[in-house]
């Protein structure tokens, strides 16, 4: 898989994209490339790295069994940015659900750093 391109759309291996950031040898510098990896973990089924990645302060919010079985009912099929500023993500994450027609998960997400990390803190609807 390392070999493989990137889950997030970049144009470069999952070895020298988000892999790196997902097995914790290095920590995403902006929003846009944690919001990149998280699409990867979700792709990957790395549960313990969405769970790690979102801010201490919102991830009670987050059920980590609704997470995992969100995650494996799902085929990821393209992360695609909307745009990206300060610290705000607004992607559309598309995906197929079962044998059901293609879905589109659309977010605007928002990141704190902390400490020099960044983290996920929450997401909306940007159509609500």
Not at 22 to 48: C, H, N, V
Not at 92 to 105: R, T
Request: proline share 5%; charged share 25%.
């Amino acid at each position: 898989m390392s070999n493989t391109p990137c889950f997030c759309g970049n144009q470069i291996t999952y070895s020298h994209c988000c892999q790196k950031f997902i097995s914790g040898k290095e920590f995403p510098e902006t929003p846009e490339q944690l919001m990149r990896s998280r699409y990867s973990a979700y792709a990957t089924g790395e549960i313990d790295y969405l769970i790690e990645s979102t801010h201490p302060s919102t991830r009670k919010l987050y059920s980590p069994d609704e997470i995992v079985a969100w995650m494996h009912a799902n085929k990821w099929v393209k992360l695609e940015i909307i745009r990206s500023f300060d610290a705000t993500v607004e992607f559309k994450a598309h995906f197929v659900e079962g044998l059901k027609s293609p879905e589109i998960h659309h977010e605007c997400s928002t990141f704190k750093e902390e400490n020099g990390r960044w983290y996920f803190l929450d997401g909306i609807d940007p159509n609500y």
